[in-house]
């Protein structure tokens, strides 16, 4: 069964920095793309930035110039570099990994992320 695991959530002042990983495992398939998502408490959940397997990248206009989303060098990681934090980006950040075959989407559990004001 696919396996999709968040890390480096945490707490920080407004203006810090954290930086989000992901890795997907068990997968038989090649992955076509890669996302992260956020939900904030009374919000539906949101697309953050996502990234291609070409590695084209695409981000919310809420965090352009602020995050920066790259895959690492085993295809199956992702993280997502946040900077500049606000205390709007206070969510439960979801990474995803859509299979280039199907396009089924499976979904780690999330990582807490909270700015402080």
């Known amino acids: 069964q696919v396996q999709v695991v968040e890390s480096g959530g945490g707490l920080v002042q407004a203006g810090g920095s954290l930086r989000l990983s992901c890795a997907a495992s068990?997968?038989?398939?090649?992955?076509?793309?890669m996302g992260w998502y956020r939900q904030a408490p009374g919000k539906q959940r949101e697309l953050v930035a996502g990234?291609?397997?070409?590695?084209?990248?695409n981000y919310a206009d809420l965090v352009k110039g602020r995050f920066t989303i790259s895959r690492g060098n085993a295809k199956n990681t992702v993280y997502l570099q946040m900077d500049s934090l606000k205390p709007e980006d206070t969510a439960v950040y979801y990474c995803?990994?859509?299979?280039?075959?199907?396009?089924?989407?499976?979904w780690g559990q999330g990582t807490q992320v909270t700015v402080s004001s």
């Open positions: 995803t990994i859509r299979s280039a075959r199907t396009g089924n989407d499976y």
């Open positions: 068990r997968i038989s398939f090649s992955i076509n793309s």
């Open positions: 990234i291609t397997s070409g590695g084209l990248t």
